[in-house]
């Protein structure tokens, strides 16, 4: 028997990995040596048809789906279509989407499927098929302890990925309202050390670029962090060879001094959930918030030099646009790598799911199921939220504006999120860096502060070019009005007593990459 398992990714990128797909294929393999297994993929925007034909192409007798949010009504479709030309093949689908929304899915019910399957998957698709497709009348929980790794047993192959997912544990010891986890297993199930460091050991041998961390929250438990993070630097000291990005996701307040520093040795990356700065409004979606405490924690990161990126939420019950101004605020304090800000999403299978109605929630019922209003958050509040959120991506995100952003807003008086609002109405098909300089240039000018700019374009320009050098391999002149012993210094952080005490000297100056990143050359050195 020939068995198809497909996926179908948002988007490409380094986390576009069919894990959850090849880890049912691993589970059917180890139990039924004898099947032809074989991985599909495509993305979002290939649609249904190709997914389709890649799928006929491979003659199955079998097909199974990884169901999500992103990819439904595409895997829906294509699943319509195998299933009007073949209709003795046997379909099957589970993921977040089959196990929360499982509504319409079934044959019995008008859709392509045959069966669905809860949960977690593998030890349910191998009863499934062992049962030669009996339909299963209960969930099988899978144990992390004795499953086979798609990586090692040859299933996935990171051979040709920018990265790969590398998964450590299962279930979470929250219960935030909006998370699929929120109703799952708050039991963590570890994977064995052994696998892992297996595992670790082939990414490591085998270079592979970037490798996203899959544990809800790394650093729950501090002792086992901490074994993993030595487990990793261990092994990249005995396999000296080409950088590996790690990217983490932890919980602020668990953060410790020794985790930074073990982070920020690996040159690690983390992403981190704030959602909003309103305790209360943390409070109703299960979450703890104390302000104090996460910004200290947040504190250790900068101090110690580590890679962080924040999350924020718009749209959740009893915040409101005001709210949401203030969260950004907030987190813009913190001077994150990057924000991630998202629309509220009344995911199936959640608690907000289920008390939307409770809480005045209106969304869409149709995925990605956005929220349209709350009795605090109107349909133009959000509609604000929105572009106020695109303007932070674009300004502060893809503008690379961390290293200057509160440095140059001090003199303005004005909070980020006025700011980029003001921004967001005066956006321009240019190159961001000019947009940017072109707003500031203007508000600089409007609060009677013009002598303070050059100084503000200088730095505009100088960390534009050093992130260009360092992402992207590219050189750039500069012009810079202020020496940049000056302006780049500590000196310079407070621009109103800069530009007062310190006088203009043109420097022209190139920055490039180098052998150790970015370097800067003047017009007889460098830096």
């Not at 932890?250 to 040795?265: C, G, N, P």
């Not at 995100?397 to 006025?418: C, D, E, T």
């Not at 302006?487 to 109103?496: I, Q, S, Y």
Request: charged fraction near 25%.
């Amino acid at each position: 028997m020939r068995i198809v398992v497909a996926s179908v990714h948002l988007e490409q990128g380094p986390d576009a990995v069919p894990l959850g797909a090849a880890c049912i294929a691993s589970s059917l393999k180890a139990a039924f040596p004898e099947l032809a297994l074989s991985l599909v993929e495509t993305f979002v925007a290939d649609g249904a048809g190709p997914l389709a034909a890649k799928i006929n192409a491979e003659y199955p007798q079998a097909i199974g789906f990884s169901l999500y949010t992103w990819n439904r009504y595409i895997i829906l479709e294509a699943a319509k279509r195998i299933r009007t030309q073949n209709p003795s093949l046997f379909l099957f689908c589970g993921g977040p989407e089959a196990t929360a929304l499982p509504e319409g899915l079934a044959v019995s019910e008008g859709g392509p499927f045959d069966a669905f399957v809860p949960g977690e998957g593998e030890a349910a698709v191998v009863e499934l098929i062992g049962r030669r497709f009996a339909i299963l009348s209960k969930q099988t929980p899978s144990d992390p302890e004795i499953l086979p790794s798609p990586w090692l047993d040859g299933t996935l192959s990171v051979k040709g990925r920018n990265g790969v997912l590398w998964e450590l544990a299962r279930g979470c010891p929250y219960s935030c309202a909006y998370c699929y986890e929120s109703k799952g297993n708050k039991r963590v199930r570890y994977f064995s050390e052994e696998r892992l460091r297996e595992e670790l050991q082939l990414f490591v041998r085998e270079h592979v670029p970037y490798v996203f961390v899959l544990d809800p929250t790394f650093n729950s438990t501090a002792k086992r962090a901490m074994r993993i993070l030595d487990m990793i630097t261990a092994e990249i000291r005995r396999k000296a060879g080409p950088e590996t990005h790690w990217h983490f996701e932890v919980r602020s307040e668990l953060l410790t001094r020794e985790q930074a520093r073990r982070f920020a040795s690996l040159g690690a990356s983390l992403q981190i959930g704030l959602q909003t700065a309103d305790p209360k409004v943390s409070a109703l979606i299960g979450r703890e918030l104390n302000r104090g405490r996460f910004a200290s924690r947040i504190g250790l990161l900068n101090e110690e030099g580590v890679v962080f990126g924040l999350d924020l939420i718009y749209g959740l019950p009893g915040d409101s646009l005001g709210g949401y101004r203030r969260s950004l605020d907030f987190a813009l304090a913190l001077y994150p790598n990057s924000l991630d800000m998202f629309r509220l999403a009344i995911l199936p299978g959640t608690v907000l799911y289920e008390r939307a109605a409770e809480y005045g929630l209106m969304a869409d019922g149709e995925a990605p199921y956005l929220v349209r209003s709350t009795p605090d958050f109107s349909a133009g509040d959000l509609d604000t939220a929105e572009r106020l959120s695109e303007a932070a991506d674009l300004f502060y995100n893809r503008g690379r504006a961390v290293a200057w952003f509160n440095q140059v807003l001090r003199p303005l008086r004005i909070k980020p999120s006025a700011f980029l609002e003001g921004f967001a109405e005066n956006t321009k098909t240019a190159p961001i860096e000019e947009m940017q300089l072109a707003f500031l240039e203007e508000r600089y000018r409007r609060a009677k502060k013009e002598a303070l700019f050059p100084a503000v374009r200088d730095l505009v320009r100088f960390h534009g070019a050093w992130g260009r050098a360092l992402a992207e391999g590219a050189s750039t002149e500069i012009n810079f009005t202020y020496h940049p012993d000056d302006v780049l210094g500590e000196g310079a952080l407070d621009l109103e007593t800069f530009a007062a005490r310190v006088l203009p000297r043109s420097v022209k100056a190139r920055v490039q990459p180098g052998k150790q990143g970015p370097e800067m050359e003047l017009g007889k050195g460098r830096l």
